[in-house]
């Protein structure tokens, strides 16, 4: 048995948990597509999960509370800043970093569709820095192109699109396959913003592994509950292993609370802290 933490949390009548046992289980499809079924659509009415237009619009707040310290997630794409972290600039509206090879992708998808672009000009400095906190061959102009191209409307999109590609597309469809409903989509896209779609110790799917390693999916037939609070103890250690992200406040004080209250639909009004500012959402 893999372990599940005891959370404080009210007890469902035993009325409820007689209709879950004599309910009828998933059908053969569900089944196939790793879904959890009947038991999963009747706990989350909201099929459309962190997709639907209103809950991702409140999933870029709720991280741009995290990342930028504001709900206005969109004053975001003109960010650059070398924030000291290993991983050289880190910019725009999800973070993208020099260092770690999504900002060098950003910048060839979009000089592909838009060549002499001010940005196209250091791509091969990009390259040569790529995996490094290296600037060499970025300074000084590098960041000033990037805030110049930030106000162009295509440069924007392009944001957005390899956002959803790298980070919030790929979140979404590995959390259904889990059986996650909204929130445990966002927890999801959360620790893949901040820590990567890599199978390391620190990479998304290395703390995924961990967490499934101690406590079953509802895919699986566990606890949605306790395998989300099992997913963040994995993901607040990490977080405390890198000298960049000992804050864990995204968590403490925000997801973990959330998972608490038992708003696993992620439903609005919703109020939560962040390195100790309070943000609300009506």
Known sequence: MKRGRLLLLAVLPLVAAAVYFFAPGPSGADKAAGHPGARQDAEHPDAEGLAAPGKKELAQQIVASAENSTLDWRGAYSYIE????????TAGLIGFCTGTHDLLVLVEHYTKDHPGNPLARYLPALREVDGTDSHEG???GFPAAWREEASVPAFRAAQDAERDRVYFDPAIRRAKIDGLGTLGQFIYYDAM???GPGTSATGFYGLRTRAMAQADTPAEGGSEKAYLDIFLDVRRAAMKSENAHRDTTRIDTAQREFLYDGNLDLRTPLEWKVYGETYKVP
């Open 193 to 195: 913003v901040m820590h």
């Open 138 to 140: 970025l300074d000084p």
């Open 82 to 89: 070398d924030i000291g972290d290993g991983q050289g600039y």
